[in-house]
């Protein structure tokens, strides 16, 4: 069997003893062995990424962010213009005094003993939609809403609550 001693063990990379037909150190044949001008790599050479590769991955990540925050920023303009709709048209039917539009606007938990009021006093709805005139969002979350309204000099509080994908009036 031939030796391509001296040089390095193609297994661990000791050098290969002139003339030796085994590594020394692993035991391997030297057969195949890298020759001394080519001593072996220590692992895999790192590639380094160019500066614009680093580049194209920032720009990547920064039109990520933006489209994620868009897309955060348009759900809940959406969600806010859904709700200030959902006043809006309860603010209208107390406007007009119809009472029926006025009850399909409470949330379910107070049909029943809100829509009952709202029925016998016709005439003061006028008066709630006067109210919610004056409305102003204080808090919200993704499934309730409070409103601030005021009527010489009081506050009031009107909550609204998400029932599916509707706005409904649930406490005043």
Request: proline share 8%; hydrophobic share 50%; glycine share 6%.
């Given at each position: 069997m031939a030796t391509n001693a001296p040089g390095f063990c193609v297994q661990c990379g000791a050098p290969a003893p002139p003339g030796g037909r085994f590594c020394e150190r692993c035991g391997r044949p030297l057969?195949?062995?890298?020759?001394?001008?080519?001593?072996?790599?220590?692992?895999?050479?790192?590639?380094?990424?160019?500066?614009?590769?680093?580049?194209?991955?920032?720009?990547?990540?920064?039109?990520?962010?933006?489209?994620?925050?868009?897309?955060?920023?348009?759900?809940?303009?959406?969600?806010a213009s859904v709700l200030d709709r959902a006043a809006a048209k309860l603010e209208q039917a107390c406007n007009a005094k119809n009472a029926e539009q006025a009850v399909e606007l409470l949330h379910p938990a107070v049909k029943a003993g809100y829509g009952a009021t709202l029925r016998a006093r016709k005439d003061e709805l006028p008066r709630l939609g006067r109210l919610?005139?004056?409305?102003?969002?204080?808090?919200?979350?993704?499934?309730?809403?409070?409103?601030?309204?005021?009527?010489?000099?009081?506050?009031f509080i009107l909550t609204f609550e998400r029932h599916g994908d509707q706005w409904l009036l649930v406490g005043m």
């Open positions: 057969v195949g062995a890298i020759p001394p001008s080519l001593p072996p790599a220590a692992g895999p050479v790192p590639r380094r990424r160019s500066r614009r590769a680093w580049a194209a991955v920032a720009v990547f990540l920064f039109v990520a962010l933006l489209a994620v925050g868009a897309l955060l920023l348009m759900r809940s303009g959406s969600a919610l005139a004056t409305r102003k969002l204080i808090a919200a979350t993704d499934e309730v809403a409070e409103y601030e309204v005021t009527e010489d000099g009081k506050t």
